[in-house]
Nanobody, 127 residues
């Protein structure tokens, strides 16, 4: 059974940086396109960033472009989301997700396209 476990969330001041990680077990990371989503109360789950199986393609929601970087280490079955210049509006529970996909160069950006989800990690940015 594929499991995703996030870590690295916490409290950070506005303007600071934080990196959240996601370890995948029960499956081979390079079989999945990966993504990060976030959720705040009263809002829909939002796509934050995605990365293709071959690591060559990435995508970001407009509000985080230039500040966040998604990466993956297939050998270590780990996906990262490095977050810089954090803002109060980045406060959310961040979820790692994996999509079973044949093509190595495709990114998924809709939650319904993902097959596996982590339990989430809270990121709080104080202003």
């Amino acid at each position: 059974q594929v499991q995703l476990v996030e870590s690295g969330g916490g409290l950070v001041q506005a303007g600071g940086s934080l990196t959240v990680s996601c370890i995948v077990s029960g499956g081979t990371l390079n079989s999945y396109a990966m993504g990060w989503f976030r959720h705040t109360p009263g809002k829909d789950r939002e796509f934050v960033a995605g990365i293709s199986r071959d690591e060559q393609k990435t995508a970001y929601t407009d509000s985080v472009k230039g500040r966040f970087t998604i990466s993956r280490d297939n050998a270590k079955n780990t996906v990262f989301l490095q977050m810089n210049s954090l803002k109060a509006e980045d406060t959310a529970v961040y979820y790692c997700a994996g999509a079973r996909i044949f093509h190595i160069d495709i990114i998924r950006s809709r939650a319904v396209e993902y097959d596996y989800w982590g339990q989430g990690t809270q990121v709080t940015v104080s202003s």
